[in-house]
């Protein structure tokens, strides 16, 4: 399900907050649950910004840095094993990552990745 649009949150906190409509009310008019329009009351009152968070999941592992990276690496070395790119890594951005992650993000990257040594 696709996050509530900003102006809907920016109008939901005005109508409470002006004092026109409860809660219930306010929920019941612009179909959403009073949990919403709690939190949204919570962070505008808190000074933050209303636009929607991260989505579910957790969060990348691979930050912007380390994916510049692993694009340097396979422009630089095409054959590349995924050992390598994680000692890259290790040696370059000071990051601990698995194979896993490495390979996941090559994929999201859309970059090849070799499985083997040439001596394997």
């Known amino acids: 399900m696709a996050p509530y649009p900003n102006e809907l949150r920016v109008r939901v906190v005005t ?5 026109r409509l409860s809660i219930p009310d306010t929920a019941r008019i612009f179909q959403v649950g009073k949990t919403f329009i709690k939190k949204m009351l919570r962070l505008h009152r808190a000074g933050e ?8 999941g957790p ?4 930050q912007e840095r380390e994916r510049t990276l692993l ?5 630089a070395r095409p054959d590349a ?3 390598e790119l994680q000692q890259a890594l290790a040696d370059k951005c000071h990051a601990t990552v698995s194979l896993s992650t490495i390979s996941r ?3 999201v990257l859309n970059l090849p990745r070799k ?6």
């Open 59 to 62: 969060a990348l592992l691979l």
């Open 15 to 19: 109508a409470v907050e002006e004092g």
């Open 115 to 120: 499985k083997k040594s040439h001596r394997e």
């Open 49 to 56: 910004p209303l636009e929607p968070r991260h989505g579910g």
């Open 71 to 75: 694009r340097q690496e396979i422009r």
């Open 81 to 83: 094993t995924l050992e």
């Open 105 to 107: 993000g090559l994929q």
